[in-house]
């Protein structure tokens, strides 16, 4: 509604000067007749006096509704800025409405210490050992819908700090600790996450125990020398476990492995931290609500995809060099570290490579879930949102990298995904699929500018300063499948020819800034469209202006009103003509 009432307003503008114009020239005949009548001593027809006087009352009656009309534009705008009030206002009370809906939605985190209380009893008392927890943070509201998700990890991560972690009260007491081992439950809001955490004072994670399974379950190498942080990492593969014996509490070969599914399912993240006789820590990073998150949209190709903005570490636009390096490398330089690096579409098992054609400067995103940092190449970063996140269902809750799925304002859904696990499991396919696309150099993705701009409809300029012509012509040339783009007078084409070149330009004649004899001049004069056709479309069809549009270089003139199917017929013969070239 702006727009339209910009170019009323636009139009108005130009009215009231051809309205003085007018009442200048009719003011001007008037004196040089009654001059003249004056110098031969005639006097002056009086039917010739009312003719003039008829033309000055019709200008004062177009003078009038020129003002009538001003008057509804000046309504509109009022009316459009009491609108804009409106809805700010209403996006006010949306955006409280939504914060006090959320808080009915947040409860205590102490809400399940009764849960968890008892749960440690159980297991200390089932494996005979004397177990002291403390939960701390107690009174961190965090979403209804995380903690009860959450519920079942908790519990699996509290028995595993009893079963695996704290020791027994004799060898507690020969390594000069006390007999009651100590499990603390630590929950702290940063931002909009909350982090929990599970520490205990027992003996650490067994990592040679770990390396033993690791290797016998085909795991790992038995030549291979992991990291400690690549050791700890096994106790998340699905099946993996270091108990002697099946219990009811350990050695079913389920647990952690659910606990990191269902922490990354939340858009969450789990980070371990382990040292040899002094304990074992776990630390959840879950979102503090999933009902409202704030996402990055991130565009490879012709998909978008929503990633939560706490995954975003940073977004850079680095030099097209660096990141054809990369992709060389499968590696980014990021400060003092060199981070895997991927092209997104590839580890959303599309295109191996950018469709876009490469400019100077490149963005990259660098995501961060827990330890873990990769870099990503995207076609664009679209922007941040606030979103409602959407239940995923049965079907697809189960789904690797798919963190939650959600409705943007334009009612299309859109994935939120999460880079890293992705990364995790298909990166292998899509280093290969990068390494097959770099290595096809002559495919559409690499295709020059011009090949991809014949890949798209035809484009067609309109130059006109009439916007009612401008939209019937666009109406027109759109029906038929063609790409149209519209300037007001000559600077404007100019300025759109700049981004695009079209396969033929409809341009009038009388405009403001730059007349279209002038804008055939500048088009002839540049080498870039000295060969691009030119139809002049006027209500000048006297022969002088046939004859100077010609001279001038114009492939066409056409009068109006033209007929639709002689503009058609030449439109589409100078399309078809470019595609041949």
Partial sequence: ??????????????????????????????????????????????????????????????????????????????????????????????????????????????????????????AAKELHKQVRLDIVGGSIEVDRGVLERMGGAFEHLLRNCVTHGIESPETRQQQGKEPAGQITITAHQEGNEVSVDFRDDGAGLNLARIRERGIASGLLAADAQPSDAELANLIFTPGFSTADSVTELAGRGIGMDVVRSEVNALGGRIETATAAGQGTSFRLVLPLTTAVTQVVMLRAGSVTVAVPATLVDIVRRVPAAEVAAAYTRGAFEHGDAVLPFFWFGALLQGSGKSDEVAGRTLPVVVIKSAAQRIVLHVDEVVGNQEVVVKNLGTQLARLPGLAGVTLLASGAPALIYNPVALATLYGQGARAAMAHAAAVPHTPQSATPAARQAQQAPLVLVVDDSLTVRRVTQRLLAREGYRVTTAKDGLDALEKLAEETPVVVLSDIEMPRMDGFDLVRNLRADARWAAMPIIMITSRIANKHREHAAQLGVNHYLGKPYSEDDLLGLVARYAGQMAMT
Avoid: C, W
């Fill in 1 to 122: 509604m702006k727009g339209s009432l910009g170019d009323l307003t636009e139009n108005l503008d130009r009215l009231r000067k051809q309205l003085r114009d007018i009442e200048l020239q009719a003011e001007t005949q008037i004196s040089s007749r009654m001059e003249a009548a004056k110098a031969v001593g005639a006097s002056f027809d009086p039917l010739e006096m009312d003719r003039f006087t008829r033309f000055q009352e019709l200008t004062r009656m177009m003078a009038e509704s020129v003002n009538d009309v001003a008057t509804v534009q000046r309504s509109l705008q009022r009316t459009i800025q009491s609108t804009e009030d409106d809805l700010a206002a209403q996006a006010r009370l949306t955006r409280d409405l939504q914060d006090d809906l959320l808080r009915t939605r947040m409860v205590e985190f102490e809400s399940l210490s009764d849960r968890l209380y008892r749960v440690a009893r159980q």
